[in-house]
């Protein structure tokens, strides 16, 4: 039988690919955001520099699919618990601290993550960027999700922004150090405290008469 050479092509091109994304997650766990270079990253994945430019277009590009393909950031699915339609049915508070949460757990199992929000916070950049666009998407997905949500009474999306932004900070902090303000932000305890802490206040923002 014909080798069939366009699916063996279109596969090892796949298995390029992702051999590349992987390759800069490695790189950047182990050495740093800014050791993320287009020869790094080659020779990371074992393969030449040239199949960055031939399948991405450049390092930018490559880093757009990191973002987008890498698991670099908690999707809308993983955010809501596995199922989506089951989480639109939830009440305002629920779905609020139910997200909360899984973001949480979902950016403390990301090192790689925490290792390029950290980064941002000293240097921006054309890479960093890119990320940037990717989790503004995620905002926007985020923001549709929650489309159903009451009009009138708390700026839940506003709540959201701001809880996102802290659990962020906390989590890049929890690399470090072990307790911030108190919470012991370096355990599995101490994040269920804070899990807690936005329960209460997802009550005051969604009262049950909003439920």
């Known amino acids: 039988m014909a080798r069939n050479t366009s699916s063996t092509r279109t596969r090892d091109k796949d298995a390029t690919r992702k051999d590349l994304?992987?390759?800069v997650g490695r790189i950047i766990a182990r050495d740093g955001f800014q050791k993320a270079?287009?020869?790094?990253?080659?020779?990371?994945?074992?393969?030449?520099?040239v199949l960055i430019y031939r399948y991405f277009g450049d390092l930018e590009g490559l880093m757009?699919?990191?973002?987008?393909e890498g698991d670099f950031w908690p999707t809308m699915q993983e955010l809501a618990g596995g199922d989506i339609d089951a989480f639109r049915q939830l009440p305002p508070r629920q779905r609020m601290t139910t997200m909360m949460a899984n973001l949480a757990e979902g950016l403390r199992k990301r090192p790689v993550t925490l290792e390029i929000l950290a980064w941002e916070t000293m240097e921006r950049n054309?890479?960093?960027?890119?990320?940037?666009?990717?989790?503004?998407?995620?905002?926007?997905?985020?923001?549709?999700?929650?489309?159903?949500?009451p009009r009138d009474g708390a700026d839940w999306f506003g709540i959201g922004v701001v809880l996102t932004a802290g659990l962020q900070?906390?989590?890049?902090r929890s690399r470090k150090i072990r307790l911030y303000g108190g919470l012991d932000i370096g355990s599995d305890e101490g994040w269920r405290e804070i899990t807690a802490i936005i329960g209460g206040l997802a009550d005051h923002a969604f009262p049950p008469q909003t439920d």
């Open 21 to 23: 994304i992987a390759a």
């Open 37 to 49: 270079g287009v020869n790094a990253v080659a020779r990371e994945a074992g393969v030449d520099k």
């Open 64 to 68: 757009d699919a990191y973002g987008r």
């Open 126 to 149: 054309a890479l960093t960027a890119r990320l940037e666009e990717v989790r503004e998407q995620w905002s926007e997905d985020i923001r549709e999700a929650f489309s159903d949500m």
């Open 169 to 172: 900070y906390l989590a890049i």
